[in-house]
């Protein structure tokens, strides 16, 4: 567990469902912690949220302590003064109004140490205005949760005009220690950035329906069915509260939508007052499916974004990098705005705003400067090399982290942790791009993991439904790339391995795994069968019997048992898990690469061999190593009783 060392105590005001939820990430992450507010019974109520929080966490394993010992470092009370005295970090998640904010931060200033920072929960207010109720203005920050914040990755650090440096550093640092992501905000400007981007999905559609262009199912449909959204923009107004955008849009440039402005008059506001653009407590909730996919401009919504995401970045509030990520982690989009835009071309996102600016006369289709800027540029994205992004050179990957150390050791993490790792198309495609870009002669072997807490949940089904059948079979292409690659490859298996996910893991020559993973194939519940080569390398590994018992069944099993079923090389307890792996990856980065690539291409082409084809391949294989220096070398390190050092 990693602190910040400046920061102790944490002091979080107001118990409601953001406040509780930023206090219970505080405690995981090892802070003491007090909940501050009005009433006995507000703050009582928030303490219980979090302790039956804590509990179900650790029912599942995703907490480190026990639930009884983070709930230790929990405290509630009703009294600011004492809240605050101690602090080293006050957070507040008061109601969403300037007044209570400014309000709150003067009290703060009061009663707060000197040193303490000041931050903000604010969706969008003004940071810098906030901070003129304080003596401090250089130790005010917005650090915007997202909701429920124990489960969104997000936090976006926001930059007041007089927040210093050292503020913005530390909380950075504290967002990383609390297992949060943080995105830069480098400019307070109204909404941010996610909300900047992912209002216009919302609101645009809306602007349709007004005009009579579409229907709420044909929206929902043709953004979730077409382009792999995981909801349709009328079901995220439902699920997040429509009055929710309808009052971010009373600070901005742009007005409401009316279909939207209807709904707030006649508080029908969504799932939590029963209807909203769908019916949910008379009505079956959304309505839309497959069916109702075609016809709906998905490039007028998408253009919009793209649009939000470039005048952010032409005005210096964020990097196109930072967009993305928030917009994937606050959002849970499937791809980063920055990067679509790059995919389907800036030069056709300028002519579709400019032709629904022409058409409509409204400012919201006014084209951003830095947008037409990169496009009078030749700047138009992944096919010309360079858009938002630079293509020439290391590939900017999106879903992946990749390093190859000192040692030839390529490391490959999945980092699609909103989604547990689910590989997406694109995911599949930056796995085969970083192998093919590898520098084999430079690497000893591959290993693959997984960001957060799982190694992958399987493939993000919805995503693929948007493919037609040539373009899926391109992910059998991408796994193949893993099982011929001519270095050895691990599977570093912690968590879900599922679906897509176990496909990669079979086509890598190792597999380990804590025991606290599960593997599976729970395609047939889709009423799919495993298309990542599934079928067939699960039935060498295990035989026929129990392959059709993992695909008939679709169940996951344990580590333990997939170790059983020769699935998993290892199943090793969690706190031997590192070192179990690290010294598999020893073995082989310090054997001798040309002998490693013989064993794997032998035993991988014997196998759909004859045992007399199979051992005549591993019989030239021997006599070609004969004469490398490697054998020298390991020939004369084993008479003189020393470690061999292969080149």
């Given at each position: 567990?990693?602190t910040?060392e400046t920061i102790?105590?944490v002091?979080?005001?107001g118990a409601?469902?953001?406040g509780?939820g930023?206090a219970e ?14 009433e006995?019974?507000?703050v ?11 509990g179900k ?5 995703r907490?480190?302590?026990?639930a009884e010992d983070?709930?230790a470092r929990v405290?509630?009370?009703?009294d600011?003064e004492d ?21 709150t931060?003067?009290?703060v200033d009061?009663y707060?140490?000197?040193?303490a920072?000041l ?6 207010l003004s ?5 003129t ?7 005010v920050v917005?650090?915007h949760?997202?909701n429920?914040?124990i489960r969104?990755?997000?936090?976006e ?9 050292e503020t913005?550093?530390?909380m950075?640092?504290?967002a990383?220690s609390?297992g949060?992501t943080?995105?830069d905000?480098?400019?307070d ?8 981007v992912?209002?216009p999905?919302?609101e645009?559609p809306?602007?349709?329906?007004e ?6 199912e044909?929206?929902?449909?043709a953004m979730?069915y077409?382009?792999g ?7 995220l107004?439902?699920y ?9 849009r009373?600070d ?10 209807r709904?707030?008059?006649n508080d029908?506001?969504?799932?939590k007052?029963?209807?909203g653009?769908y019916e949910?407590?008379d009505?079956?909730g959304?309505t839309y499916?497959?069916h109702d996919?075609?016809?709906?401009d998905t490039l007028?919504?998408?253009a919009r ?6 005048r952010l970045i032409?005005?210096g ?10 917009i994937r982690?606050?959002?849970?989009f499937?791809i ?9 071309g800036l ?5 579709k705003?400019r032709s629904l600016h022409?058409?409509y006369?409204?400012?919201r289709?006014?084209?951003a ?9 030749g700047?138009?994205?992944e096919d010309a090399?360079?858009g938002f992004?630079d293509?020439?050179?290391?590939w ?11 040692r030839?050791?390529?490391?490959i993490e999945?980092?699609r ?5 689910a590989?997406s198309?694109e ?5 085969q791009r970083a192998?093919e870009?590898?520098?084999v002669?430079?690497v000893?072997?591959v290993?693959?993991?997984?960001a957060?807490?799982?190694?992958s ?7 693929f439904l948007?493919?037609?059948?040539t373009?899926i079979m391109d ?7 893993v ?5 050895p490859t691990i599977?570093k298996i912690?968590?879900f391995?599922l679906?897509?996910?176990l496909?990669l893991s079979?086509a890598?020559d190792?597999?380990?795994?804590s025991?606290r993973?599960?593997?599976g194939?729970?395609?047939i519940?889709l ?8 079928t067939?390398?699960?039935t060498?590994?295990?035989g ?7 695909v008939?069944r679709?169940n996951h099993?344990s580590?333990?048992?997939?170790a ?11 706190e031997?898990f590192?070192d179990?792996v ?6 082989i980065a310090?054997g001798?690469?040309t002998a ?6 032998v035993i991988?082409?014997?196998?759909n061999?004859?045992l007399?084809?199979?051992?005549a391949?591993?019989s030239?294989?021997?006599g070609l190593?004969?004469?490398?220096d ?7 390190a084993?008479r003189?009783?020393r470690?061999?050092?292969f080149?």
């Amino acid at each position: 567990m990693m602190t910040v060392e400046t920061i102790d105590r944490v002091a979080v005001l107001g118990a409601g469902s953001m406040g509780h939820g930023i206090a219970e990430v505080a405690a995981i992450g090892g802070y003491d912690v007090v909940v501050r507010d009005l009433e006995d019974e507000l703050v009582e109520d928030g303490l219980e949220q979090i302790e039956w929080s804590l509990g179900k966490l650790a029912e599942k394993g995703r907490i480190d302590e026990s639930a009884e010992d983070v709930f230790a470092r929990v405290e509630g009370t009703t009294d600011l003064e004492d809240a605050v005295a101690d602090a080293d970090l006050v957070i507040e998640a008061v109601p969403e109004r300037m007044s209570i904010k400014k309000d709150t931060f003067a009290e703060v200033d009061e009663y707060a140490p000197d040193h303490a920072i000041l931050a903000s929960n604010t969706s969008g207010l003004s940071i810098t205005e906030m901070a003129t109720a304080t003596d401090r203005p250089e130790q005010v920050v917005g650090t915007h949760y997202f909701n429920p914040p124990i489960r969104m990755d997000l936090i976006e650090v926001v930059h007041g005009e007089e927040t210093s440096a050292e503020t913005i550093e530390t909380m950075h640092e504290y967002a990383d220690s609390v297992g949060k992501t943080p995105i830069d905000v480098k400019k307070d400007v109204h909404g941010f950035v996610v909300n900047n981007v992912l209002v216009p999905f919302m609101e645009e559609p809306a602007w349709m329906l007004e005009e009579g262009s579409t229907t709420i199912e044909g929206a929902d449909a043709a953004m979730v069915y077409r382009r792999g959204y995981p909801m349709g923009p009328f079901e995220l107004s439902d699920y997040s509260g429509i009055d929710i955008g309808y009052h971010f849009r009373e600070d901005s440039r742009y007005e409401a939508p009316p279909p939207i402005e209807r709904k707030v008059e006649n508080d029908e506001l969504g799932r939590k007052t029963g209807t909203g653009f769908y019916e949910y407590e008379d009505g079956e909730g959304t309505t839309y499916d497959f069916h109702d996919r075609e016809g709906f401009d998905t490039l007028r919504v998408e253009a919009r974004m793209i649009n939000e995401a470039a005048r952010l970045i032409g005005e210096g509030v964020a990097t196109a990098e930072d967009v993305d990520l928030g917009i994937r982690l606050g959002g849970r989009f499937p791809i980063g705005v920055c990067r679509l835009g790059d995919r389907i071309g800036l030069d056709v996102v300028l002519e579709k705003l400019r032709s629904l600016h022409e058409e409509y006369g409204e400012a919201r289709y006014e084209p951003a400067d830095h947008l037409v800027e990169l496009v009078e540029a030749g700047k138009t994205g992944e096919d010309a090399g360079v858009g938002f992004y630079d293509y020439h050179g290391q590939w900017p990957y999106q879903f992946l982290n990749v390093d190859l150390d000192d040692r030839g050791v390529l490391s490959i993490e999945f980092d699609r942790p909103e989604r547990l790792n689910a590989f997406s198309e694109e995911m599949f495609a930056e796995v085969q791009r970083a192998l093919e870009d590898a520098p084999v002669e430079d690497v000893s072997c591959v290993v693959f993991s997984g960001a957060g807490d799982q190694f992958s949940a399987g493939a993000d089904i919805t995503g693929f439904l948007t493919n037609a059948p040539t373009e899926i079979m391109d992910v059998e292409e991408s796994i193949e790339t893993v099982h011929e690659f001519p270095r050895p490859t691990i599977a570093k298996i912690d968590g879900f391995c599922l679906g897509g996910g176990l496909e990669l893991s079979l086509a890598c020559d190792l597999r380990i795994a804590s025991e606290r993973s599960t593997l599976g194939s729970p395609e047939i519940d889709l009423g799919l069968i495993p298309g990542g080569g599934g079928t067939q390398r699960l039935t060498r590994i295990v035989g026929e019997t129990r392959a059709k018992e993992l695909v008939f069944r679709g169940n996951h099993i344990s580590a333990e048992r997939a170790a059983d079923w020769g699935i998993l090389n290892r199943a090793v307890p969690g706190e031997e898990f590192e070192d179990v792996v690290g010294e598999f990856v020893d073995d082989i980065a310090t054997g001798p690469k040309t002998a490693l690539k013989v064993a794997k291409k032998v035993i991988n082409e014997g196998q759909n061999a004859s045992l007399e084809a199979g051992l005549a391949m591993e019989s030239q294989g021997f006599g070609l190593l004969t004469t490398t220096d490697d054998v020298i070398e390991g020939v004369d390190a084993f008479r003189n009783d020393r470690e061999p050092e292969f080149q």
